[in-house]
């Protein structure tokens, strides 16, 4: 707990931020977890993950921006990756954060933003995957889900094993229809809205990822987590479930072994690939999500 809270405490640090952004010595580290600082650079690798039989969620790196004008332009450098997708990615989707559209400064400017990307998702047949946030923001970002899902379909929940809360937001999702993405949870939480023990959250995962496995629809299993995802095989092996009801969501750089394993045996893996300048907190998160990533970050590094 004190790694991961030393992990979260630097992630907002922003002269070290502006240091490791700008720092020569970072782009070895960048490189293998972030397809690059372009729409170009990221759709490249897109493609070259398509050609192995691997999809992509394209994350443009950027959040809690600082005005309404910010937002607009996160929401023009996500269309401006739509409309690339169909001819140079085929498959992939998108993943954008409240946050970086606009919800702190304006829930209907935001609505808006999102809504102009599902539209444009749908219009091209692909799907906008709206993360989840801190606990301060799931009951909006649930919301709008709702209410984006009614009207156009064409997008997919993303939902964190370590709250409390996430079973019955699963069965409501489940009840509407919703695609869901399982993930473990990456923000700093109290122990009266979260589990506090990581034993406890990989418990709450198995039993979440069953339910979604059981009755939801085109679920995503996000784990790096072999042993979960051992499970999940298992699970869908006994209740007889096709490869093609549902997906494994993994972060681009991290696991390619099993990545590949799973594609062999015909399982759909998407990675999810970000790229942009602002890649620090992302890649700081991801750390203290699970505080052993650190060592298995120095393990990846040495891999060719």
């Known amino acids: 707990m004190v790694l991961r809270s030393a992990l979260l405490f630097l992630s907002k640090r922003r002269g070290l931020r502006r240091w490791m952004e700008t720092s020569p010595s970072a782009e070895r580290l960048t490189s293998r977890f972030i397809a690059g600082n372009t729409l170009e650079r990221e759709l490249t690798v897109c493609q070259n993950l398509y050609a192995e039989g691997i999809l992509a969620t394209l994350d443009h790196l950027g959040e809690s921006v600082t005005s309404l004008a910010e937002a607009e332009r996160s929401r023009d450098d996500y269309l401006a990756a739509l409309d690339q997708l169909a001819s140079r990615a085929p498959h992939a989707t998108i993943s954008i954060k409240l946050t970086q559209l606009g919800l702190d400064f304006s829930e209907d400017e935001c609505r ?10 749908k219009s ?3 799907v906008v995957e709206i993360d989840m946030e801190s606990s301060a923001y799931v009951d909006r970002t649930l919301a709008l889900v709702s209410d984006l899902h009614a009207r156009y379909g064409s997008v997919r929940a993303v939902i964190q094993a370590y709250l409390y809360r996430s079973e019955a937001d699963i069965d409501n999702l489940n009840q509407q229809k919703i695609p869901v993405r399982l993930c473990k949870g990456a923000y700093k939480e109290p122990s ?37 995802v051992q ?10 479930i096709a490869p093609d009801r549902f997906e494994f969501q993994m972060l681009y750089g991290i696991s390619r072994d099993l990545q590949r394993r799973l594609v062999r045996d015909g399982y759909r893996v998407r990675l999810y690939v970000p790229y942009g300048d602002a ?8 750390l203290a ?16």
């Open 112 to 121: 808006a933003n999102v809504e102009r990307l599902v539209e444009r998702a």
């Open 124 to 126: 091209i047949g692909t």
């Open 192 to 228: 009266d809205l979260a589990f506090p023990n990581k034993k406890d959250v990989d418990r709450n995962y198995v039993h979440l990822m069953t339910r979604l496995l059981d009755h939801g629809v085109d679920p995503a299993i996000a784990s790096h987590d072999a042993k979960i």
């Open 231 to 240: 499970q999940a095989l298992a699970h869908v092996k006994e209740q007889n």
């Open 279 to 286: 890649w620090y907190p992302y890649f700081m998160r991801r």
């Open 289 to 304: 999500e699970r505080p052993a990533n650190v060592i298995f970050l120095a393990r990846n590094l040495l891999k060719h």
